[in-house]
């Protein structure tokens, strides 16, 4: 059996306990860079806010169309505005001109629905151009793409015993199921002025198209 001398045993001793005072030395440096490392980095921004979402704006009816009016409905006043405000200059002048007749002087014009436009496109100084032609009958019909604000369309009444009809087209409520928005005169002696209306446009035969 080895014996080592008792020299030998406390130099052996000396040496592990210096061993491990240098690794704990080099262990602790670690953690003191680690720790120091930490705490130069940023710190997360906690004031920070999410981008809010934009939000359109609710419509603005214009000056123009702020009044009480029983011919037309006030959920339709945007439709109008629209039509009026981003129509061609021609269309523009036929749709402004049959809003003041209706809405601001409640014109009476003797006669039916074909007098009452004919006086629209002459006092607003256009001339109409055919676009689509077809018969109450057998049409070809037009689809709806074909129809822009200010037209003045000859179509099917479905909600009055189907007869012909003539209208000043203001826009789509629901284009999908052919509903729009049209400015109607009824005349035979109603002494009425005309009324923006829905109708159902699914038998639309003739368009005629104001123009400069």
């Keep these: 059996m080895l014996r080592l001398s008792i020299p030998s045993v406390a130099a052996s001793c000396g040496f592990l ?103 629209v496109f002459n006092r607003a100084g256009v001339s109409r151009n055919t676009i689509h032609k077809g018969t109450y009958a057998q049409g070809p019909y037009a689809s709806s793409s074909e129809i822009e604000a200010g037209d003045w369309l000859y179509y099917i009444n479905h909600g009055y015993n189907g007869v012909e009809h003539s209208g000043l087209f203001v826009g789509w409520v629901d284009e999908r199921a052919k509903q729009a928005l049209i400015l109607s005169y009824a005349g035979e002696n109603r002494r009425e002025p005309a009324r923006y209306r829905v109708y159902d446009l699914s038998n639309v035969y003739q368009i005629m198209r104001p123009s400069v």
């Design 17 to 119: 306990l210096f061993t491990c005072g240098m690794v704990g030395q080099v262990h602790a440096d670690s953690m003191s860079m680690l720790i120091a490392q930490k705490s130069i980095q940023p710190t997360t921004n906690m004031s920070y806010r999410y981008p809010e979402i934009q939000r359109s704006a609710p419509t603005v009816v214009p000056a123009f169309l702020s009044g009480n009016y029983d011919n037309v409905d006030s959920e339709y006043l945007p439709l109008l505005s629209n039509a009026e405000t981003q129509s061609s200059m021609a269309a523009r002048e036929v749709v402004s001109t049959a809003r003041k007749m209706a809405l601001n002087e409640r014109t009476i014009i003797q006669g039916g629905c074909w007098d009452y436009l004919n006086a």
